[in-house]
């Protein structure tokens, strides 16, 4: 009969039906390959980038550690050049110095007397009132800080509830109240009753806590100079102020700040600020740490 013949026709072979699942587990494996390639790409991408990133981060730690060794160098160098005999030796007169440094790293380093500074842990009232004048404060608010500093440092008042020097920190919103002893920072200073963050930041550049002694008429700055001068009477009495330099050794002063700002060959910034007391008497250390600091950094 016809009809079976035909109906096995139109059926496909068994080499066929064997060929089909065969194409199909070979295109499956295709793309299992390209899937993996992709897969194995994006990890490649990945930690080549993760690499570049690491590897930029312990560059940007070394350019760091090199820019600051190279400040705390520079500071070490402008002791030694404190203490050199003229014309080596270099002035405590704010005048920039550039040293240059191992590793392409530049430092300019800058050197000013600390003793023309007001300690406002010895500044007597008028000085201090003087100063806060001439950095811009009312009469009004010159007298109340400068009351309220001596206030701070001096425990005159007895601890208890109804502590006057309590009851206007009180009224004015603070639980605070003075310290009852000497400032150890400058920024300090701001806690003090009718302190405010824009006249600290004028006061700051005139003040030192180093300084032993009134200032120095001859290596004060013009601001704290002409407070001198409204407190003294005067030019003649400035003059007569000035005439027993205190604290000198052969013209350097013995309290000096340093600044050393140093500049790396990728733009890293480190600034170095240290104060130093440079030996007056024989047999004392040459040099003496007292400040070590970090004001401004910028990387």
């Not at 160098?77 to 050199?84: C, I, K, S, T």
């Not at 842990?121 to 007298?143: H, I, K």
């Not at 001596?150 to 109804?162: D, E």
């Not at 701001?190 to 006061?203: E, F, H, K, S, Y």
């Amino acid at each position: 009969m016809a009809g079976p013949r035909v109906f096995a026709e139109l059926l496909p072979s068994t080499d066929a039906i064997r060929s089909v699942p065969a194409h199909r587990d070979r295109g499956f494996a295709l793309l299992l390959v390209l899937w993996t390639m992709v897969l194995l790409s994006l990890i490649e991408t990945r930690i080549a980038a993760s690499g570049r990133a690491q590897a930029q981060l312990a560059a940007n730690v070394r350019d760091a550690a090199v820019t600051q060794a190279a400040a705390n160098s520079a500071v070490q160098e402008a002791a030694f050049r404190l203490l050199d005999a003229p014309p080596r030796r270099w002035a405590a007169d704010g005048a920039k110095h550039v040293v240059a440094m191992p590793g392409g790293v530049a430092v300019e380093v800058r050197v000013e007397s600390e003793e023309g500074k007001v300690n406002p842990n010895l500044a007597s009232a008028a000085l201090l009132v003087a100063l806060l004048r001439e950095v811009g404060a009312d009469t009004r608010t010159a007298g109340l800080v400068a009351d309220n500093i001596l206030l701070w440092r001096f425990p005159w008042t007895r601890p208890g509830a109804n502590d006057p020097a309590l009851t206007a920190y009180r009224a004015a919103g603070l639980a605070y109240g003075p310290a009852g002893a000497p400032f150890r920072s400058l920024d300090e200073l701001g806690a003090v009753l009718g302190m405010t963050p824009a006249l600290l930041a004028r006061l700051r550049p005139y003040l030192s806590l180093y300084v032993t002694d009134a200032p120095d008429p001859a290596s004060a700055d013009p601001t704290v100079l002409a407070a001198i001068r409204a407190v003294l009477g005067g030019d003649a009495a400035l003059t007569g102020a000035a005439s027993s330099l205190r604290g000198t050794r052969g013209g350097v002063p013995a309290v000096v700040g340093v600044t050393a700002a140093a500049t790396g060959p990728n733009g890293t910034r480190f600034v170095r600020r240290a104060v130093l007391r440079l030996g007056q008497e024989r047999g004392a250390e040459p040099v003496q740490i007292l400040g070590w600091d970090t004001p401004a950094v910028a990387g």
